[in-house]
């Protein structure tokens, strides 16, 4: 029985592919930052091609990154494709809304085909690594755990079989989300929940407060400086693309004053406009 992971994201992906070396087993791999921008219909060469184009117009991206998110992406439904019958699926997954979308999305890839499919999250899985020690630990998404981690875990079989019920459910909540226009999306207490653009702008707004009060005198804060310290803070797996975005956005509506090259993320600085 051949046995085929999939899993989300290309930072977990590379440590998934270390941790996998000598085993014979296939790695299926799809892009991240599915939390953030359009989803609906991505399985389709239209959805995608909205999915794409939004990228384009919000993040920094480049022809290059555009190609390579979309060779990612349309390599992995065609390798899903071409899955045979009877294969032992491990999907990976963690608790964020991108990588919770990944697995029900791949349950509905894989609608027509009598494989079996089991879980591994990561999140669970360096809780229960962590009883018994002094230190604690919780993980944002898979990208964040080592490739020895990952070996321990597929060494001691830490996945969990989906029970065909649950199969079905996973289905229909992945039909709901690429029906649905929300460009924002957030895993809280086991839920998925849409969300308006405007989710982090408070935080962000908060954050550079804190900046300016370690300052002697308000003054200009490198955004690269500001959106690494909202990247490390937030309680959401969300990347520094998006919190340049909706740094840009903030911009716009007046809350901060800018200067420098917009287009590049290290050459701007940015300061709150006095409330």
Same mark, same amino acid.
């Given at each position: 029985m051949q046995t085929i992971h999939i899993i989300f994201g290309e930072s977990a992906y590379g440590s998934l592919r270390f941790a996998m070396k000598g085993r014979k087993e296939s790695i299926i791999a799809f892009p991240g930052l599915l939390g953030e921008g359009p989803i609906k219909d991505i399985h389709t060469e239209m959805g995608l091609k909205n999915r794409l184009q939004w990228l384009k117009d919000?993040?920094?991206?480049?022809a290059e990154d555009i190609e390579? $998110? %979309?060779?990612?992406?349309? =390599?992995?439904?065609?390798?899903?494709? %071409?899955?045979?019958?009877?294969?032992?699926?491990?999907?990976? =997954?963690?608790?964020?809304?991108?990588? %919770?979308?990944g697995l029900r999305f791949v349950t509905k890839l894989l609608a027509r085909k009598k494989v079996t499919c089991y879980v591994c999250n990561t999140y669970f899985n360096v809780l229960e690594s962590c009883k018994g020690r002094d230190t604690w630990c919780e993980i944002r998404y898979s990208g964040e755990i080592s490739s020895e981690e990952m070996k321990k875990f597929i060494e001691n079989e830490w996945i969990e079989r989906m029970a065909d019920e649950l199969f079905a459910t996973y289905q229909k909540e992945a039909e709901q989300l690429l029906s649905n226009?929300?460009?924002?999306? =957030?895993?809280?207490?086991?839920?998925?929940? $849409?969300?308006d653009e405007n989710r982090d702008d408070a935080f962000i707004i908060k954050t550079a407060k804190m900046l300016h009060e370690e300052q002697d005198e308000r003054t200009w804060l490198r955004a690269v400086r500001l959106i690494g310290l909202v990247l490390g803070e937030t309680e959401h797996n969300i990347?520094?693309?998006?919190?340049?975005?909706?740094?840009?956005?903030?911009?716009?509506?007046?809350?901060f004053q800018s200067k420098g090259d917009l287009r590049k993320i290290r050459q701007y600085e940015v300061k709150l406009n006095e409330v």
């Open positions: 919000h993040y920094l991206f480049d390579r $998110y %979309q060779q990612l992406f349309e =390599t992995g439904l065609q390798q899903v494709e %071409q899955i045979a019958e009877g294969s032992k699926i491990i999907i990976w =997954t963690c608790e964020n809304a991108a990588e %919770q979308f226009e929300c460009a924002v999306r =957030t895993w809280r207490h086991g839920e998925m929940h $849409y969300e990347s520094d693309s998006w919190i340049n975005y909706r740094v840009h956005k903030l911009i716009e509506q007046g809350f």
